[in-house]
């Protein structure tokens, strides 16, 4: 069986989210659905729970819960350009502008200075740190 084999019937959730891409392993989406931040139709689901082709599937990342909806079943990894033949994305316009505003604020509420030094800063840093050359001038030893 290849990574775009389709199966028909039902299959595996946690299967399914890993197969699909939308988490790296498959114990992280089974954490995921442990955690109650995977849900099929508000109702939060085991790991175990069998899907079948037509279910909307919402997956809660904070602050914004994504939903898909299946198109094919598969267990079986597959590359990123197969996956529009497995799921389709049918998010909610107002849970992506969540997104976009959480983006867009990230970068306002960071008070200057904080987090990560810009090239700027580091340039500076290093000037200061490396210039000793007003110190040739002036003897210690002597007095």
Not at 78 to 93: C, I, Q, R
């Amino acid at each position: 069986m290849s990574g775009n084999d389709k199966i028909k019937g039902e299959v595996r959730i946690d299967k399914w989210l890993w197969a699909v891409r939308l988490f790296k392993t498959r114990s992280i989406a089974i954490e995921a659905c442990k955690k109650g931040r995977i849900t099929i139709k508000g109702i939060t689901i085991k790991p175990s729970r069998m899907i079948k082709i037509g279910d909307i599937i919402e997956v809660r990342r904070p602050p914004v819960t994504y939903s898909f909806e299946v198109l094919n079943l598969t267990e079986n990894r597959m590359g990123a350009k197969l996956v529009p033949d497995f799921m389709k994305d049918v998010t909610p316009a107002s849970q992506l502008e969540i997104l976009e505003m959480s983006k867009v604020s990230g970068f306002i509420d960071r008070a200057r200075g904080t987090g990560r030094p810009t090239k700027k800063d580091r340039r500076d840093l290093e000037q200061f740190t490396e210039d000793y050359s007003y110190f040739d001038d002036w003897d210690f030893d002597k007095e």
